[in-house]
C-alpha cells in the first residue's frame, strides 16, 4: 500500500514556473515507478511524465518536451514535477501515481490532486 500526498500547485501566469511534489509513505518507493497525470475539465486524463524506480529513465508527453522535468528521491520517497514556461493549456489538476510497471497508464496508486492554473 502506497500513499501518495502532491503538493505545489497554484495559479501564475503564462510563462512561470511550478514546481509540484509527491511524497509517498511506507518503505518501499524505491520498488514503484512514478507518474504524473493531469486532467483539464472536459478532456480525458492524460499522462505528462513518467519516471523508473531508479530515475534513471523518464518519459514525457509531448506537449511538455523541454519545459517539464520529473525526477524523484529514493531518499525523502519524493518524487517532483517542475514545470516551466508554462501555458494556459498547462492548466489542469496534476496527480502523481505509483505502479510497479515503468509507464503504467493504469497505475495502482494515485494522490489527491493538486490544481494547477496558468492565467494568460
Known amino acids: 500500500q502506497v500513499l501518495l500526498v502532491e503538493s505545489g500547485g497554484g495559479l501564475v501566469q503564462a510563462g512561470g514556473s511550478l514546481r509540484l511534489s509527491c511524497a509517498a509513505s511506507?518503505?518501499?518507493?524505491?520498488?514503484?515507478?512514478m507518474g504524473w497525470f493531469r486532467q483539464a475539465p472536459g478532456k480525458e486524463r492524460e499522462l505528462v511524465a513518467a519516471?523508473?524506480?531508479?530515475?534513471?529513465?523518464?518519459s514525457y508527453v509531448n506537449s511538455v518536451k523541454g519545459r517539464f522535468t520529473i525526477s524523484r528521491d529514493n531518499g525523502k520517497n519524493t518524487v517532483y514535477l517542475q514545470m516551466n514556461s508554462l501555458r494556459p493549456e498547462d492548466t489542469a489538476i496534476y496527480y502523481c501515481?505509483?505502479?510497479?510497471?515503468?509507464?503504467?497508464?493504469?497505475?495502482?496508486?494515485w494522490g489527491q490532486g493538486t490544481q494547477v492554473t496558468v492565467s494568460s
Open positions: 519516471i523508473d524506480k531508479s530515475g534513471g529513465s523518464t
Open positions: 501515481a505509483a505502479d510497479v510497471i515503468y509507464y503504467s497508464s493504469s497505475p495502482d496508486y
Open positions: 511506507g518503505r518501499t518507493f524505491s520498488t514503484y515507478a
